[in-house]
């Protein structure tokens, strides 16, 4: 494990729990919150400005750090509404990416360039998508070269309040809210008690075990700035609101010729199969594949967004080694693991209730909320 994603795994064990260790961060988080406190109220005072944009806007975030499947939501959303007529377009920040200004992504960007996840959703969808730092400039350059687009979905970007937003979704797995406490005594961008118009769970790959509710779905936990400590409150969230979401997988591509596929269930228990991630919780991706039927002999956790620049492949002993797409598209760019058949993709597609889909198209289709 290199010693970035040994840190990243570090403090999600320190932020599962409230010990000692997130308590002596406690002051930091206090100053934090009232940072946020502050900039919620600058907002809403209308001395920081926010955007309205022509058409409406859908913002797919998460207040836990780390990933949560925003990504593969935001391509169900996008294959959705375009079934259901709409014609939506895509903004995203692009973790890391080297911007200095608005760009659009196209099927061939470079990830370093452009981010990993846009190129993603660009390759996986086809619809316009745009990064940069400010959203608002993204999705106004984007609504100009495109104005045939009736909505705007936002990648991430929920702490984004510059971007007026018509609906927020709002995601969580299987980790709840860690110990509830900001960061970065714990996990949360923002209180658990944070609104939003629907929340959608990423259950746990096995269907017999399925993922821990979080713990807002019990109770919503509210956080006193002035103290530092979770106290009970009433829920912010309803079942009517809710939804349960998973992520499934059929078969493994070679990233070599992706047309060559291989159903999970097939793989031959007697080759020596690795699973290796760069996401925000690879372990979701290990027992995804081993709840379907796979026998993992090893595997490598690797930081979130890793970039792929040093082969961390070349000393493995493995006759295939899964990987996500978001990987793959990194790989696909850097001719020695483009060119190593070992490496096979494993696509996920959601599983959501259709109610879900029906409750955003009828808010999009009345008076904006934002």
């Known amino acids: 494990m290199s010693s970035r994603a040994w840190l990243e795994s570090s403090f999600m064990q320190i932020w ?4 000692w260790r997130s308590r002596l961060l406690l002051p930091f988080a206090w100053l934090y919150g009232a940072l946020l406190l502050m900039r919620r109220l600058l907002y809403r ?13 859908i913002i797919v975030g998460n207040i836990f750090v780390g990933g949560t499947g925003k990504t593969p939501m935001v391509i169900w959303l996008v294959e ?7 014609h939506p377009g895509v903004i995203a920040r692009g973790y890391r990416a080297d911007l200095d200004q608005v760009s659009q992504v196209l099927a061939n960007s470079d990830p370093s360039v452009v981010g990993d996840e846009p190129l993603l959703i660009k390759q996986r969808t086809g619809v316009p998508v745009w990064v940069g730092r400010s959203r608002v400039a993204s999705a106004q350059q984007m609504l100009r070269a495109h104005p045939d687009i009736d909505v705007v979905i936002s990648d991430d970007g929920l702490q984004h309040y510059a971007l007026a937003r018509s609906i927020e979704i709002q995601l969580s797995d299987g980790r709840g809210h860690g110990n509830g406490w900001l960061l970065p005594a714990g996990p949360l961008r923002e209180p658990a008690s944070r609104r939003a118009d629907f929340f959608v769970v990423n259950q746990a790959a096995s269907a017999a075990q399925p993922a821990a509710q979080p713990a807002s779905l019990e109770r919503s936990v509210v956080y006193e700035v002035s103290t530092g400590f979770a106290a ?20 493994a591509e070679q990233l070599t010729q992706r047309s060559q596929r291989q159903l999970l269930s097939a793989l031959p228990h007697q080759q020596r199969i690795i699973a290796a991630a760069g996401i925000g919780h690879p372990q979701r991706f290990f027992d995804m594949l081993s709840s379907h039927g796979v026998v993992l002999h090893d595997t490598i956790a690797l930081p979130d967004h890793y970039d792929y620049r040093s082969n961390p492949f070349r000393q493995v002993h493995a006759d295939m080694i899964l990987i996500t797409e978001k990987d793959a598209v990194k790989c ?12 096979w993709v494993v696509p996920v597609v959601v599983a959501i209730d259709e109610l879900l889909l029906n409750n955003i198209v009828e808010k999009l289709r009345g008076p904006s909320t934002a």
């Open 232 to 251: 009970s409150a009433e829920p912010a969230k309803d079942s009517q609101s809710t939804f349960q979401m998973r992520l499934l997988p059929k078969f």
């Open 80 to 86: 959705q509404l375009r079934e259901r007529g709409w």
């Open 45 to 57: 005072l209308g001395w920081l400005r926010t955007t309205q944009l022509p058409v409406p806007v």
């Open 16 to 19: 599962r729990r409230r010990s």
């Open 332 to 343: 696909a760019g850097t001719h020695e693991l483009a060119s190593d058949a070992r490496l």
